[in-house]
């Protein structure tokens, strides 16, 4: 039994070429041995015979090697799927548990938190109150980066074809990472100039952009001053994400180091450029992406 999707190979060369020899034969048969159809027929039928066969080998040939390409690229295709739904597991088994576990202890925390501050004397109000709004803030910021992850799980795990690549991220998701990277204590600066109609696939490669970026400047850069720019500039979307350095005396807290890499690879599938570079004290990363969509 086949399994869903797999290609099936199914020729009718072999149908085709025994109905033309049956019919060469009953032409054959039907000459006879005598007259002068006698002579010139046969020679005739041989050749025909001769030339379906040949047609036949060639056509069953170029069919069998379609047909292993197709399987080659099913296989291929099945090779990947399993290999995200590998990926959904580990993330929903591993990562999933983990924010779940922060977020409860976080919300258990800043409860116990606000059932003592009666008992707590003025000199400690403030330091309970920058407690609370820490635990807060790390509560919010699991239970978005949960529901992130529920939405990345869903993607990975579908299983309908091309679509499983759709993007789940818009420009209207822009302020919602703004404001997760203020909750990681980030000053974040947004410029949302007018861009138009925006192809899905620009959406999510410039949501990408943003995303990293502001990550960076909270590992490397730690509380500093970011200001992002989204514009557009004839047929291409431009973002830019400027961090002002350092603040204070920050340890940076280097990443795996493929993330800009990554980046790249995107924005150059889409035909735009990447710029990730020092500006000043701080970083800088640009991207200009062609919009074929452009109205």
């Known amino acids: 039994?086949?399994?869903?999707?797999?290609?099936?190979?199914?020729?009718?060369?072999?149908?085709?070429?025994?109905?033309?020899?049956?019919?060469?034969?009953?032409?054959?048969?039907?000459?006879g041995a005598s007259g002068p159809l006698a002579v010139v027929v046969p020679p005739v039928i041989t050749a025909a015979a001769f030339g379906v066969a040949v047609w036949a080998v060639r056509r069953g040939r170029a069919e069998r090697a379609a047909h292993e390409a197709r399987l080659t690229e099913w296989a291929a295709s099945e090779a990947?799927?399993?290999?995200?739904?590998?990926?959904?597991?580990?993330?929903?088994?591993?990562?999933?548990?983990?924010?779940?576990?922060?977020t409860v202890r976080a919300a258990a925390a800043r409860h116990v938190i606000d059932a003592g501050?009666?008992?707590?004397?003025?000199?400690?109000?403030?330091?309970?109150?920058?407690?609370?709004?820490?635990?807060?803030?790390?509560?919010?910021?699991?239970?978005?980066?949960t529901t992130e992850?529920?939405?990345?799980?869903?993607?990975?795990?579908?299983?309908?074809?091309?679509?499983?690549?759709?993007?789940?991220?818009?420009?209207?998701?822009?302020?919602g990472i703004v404001r997760a990277a203020r909750l990681a204590g980030l000053r974040v600066r947004l410029d949302l100039g007018p861009v138009g109609e925006v192809s899905p696939g620009v959406q999510v490669a410039v949501c990408k952009v943003i995303r990293e970026a502001l990550d960076n400047a909270a590992r490397?850069?730690?509380?500093?001053?970011?200001?992002?720019?989204?514009?557009?500039?004839?047929?291409?979307?431009?973002?830019?994400?400027?961090?002002?350095?350092?603040?204070?005396?920050?340890?940076?807290?280097?990443?795996?180091?493929?993330?800009l890499l990554g980046l790249n690879e995107r924005v150059t599938a889409l035909g735009g450029v990447?710029?990730?570079e020092r500006a000043g004290r701080g970083f800088r990363v640009t991207a200009r992406i062609p919009d074929g969509e452009a109205a």
């Open 117 to 145: 501050d009666t008992a707590c004397d003025p000199a400690c109000g403030a330091a309970v109150r920058e407690a609370r709004e820490a635990l807060a803030d790390i509560e919010e910021a699991s239970r978005h980066a």
């Open 149 to 175: 992850l529920r939405r990345m799980l869903t993607v990975l795990r579908r299983t309908d074809g091309p679509e499983t690549l759709d993007p789940v991220e818009d420009l209207g998701r822009v302020p």
């Open 274 to 276: 990447l710029g990730a």
């Open 220 to 259: 490397h850069a730690g509380p500093t001053g970011v200001r992002v720019r989204l514009r557009r500039d004839a047929d291409a979307v431009v973002v830019t994400v400027d961090d002002d350095g350092p603040a204070g005396h920050w340890t940076a807290r280097p990443g795996a180091g493929h993330g």
């Open 80 to 102: 990947v799927l399993v290999e995200r739904l590998r990926v959904a597991r580990d993330l929903h088994d591993i990562v999933s548990h983990g924010l779940g576990l922060v």
């Open 1 to 31: 039994m086949n399994t869903p999707g797999r290609p099936v190979w199914r020729s009718r060369v072999r149908y085709l070429a025994g109905t033309a020899f049956a019919v060469l034969a009953a032409i054959l048969l039907g000459v």
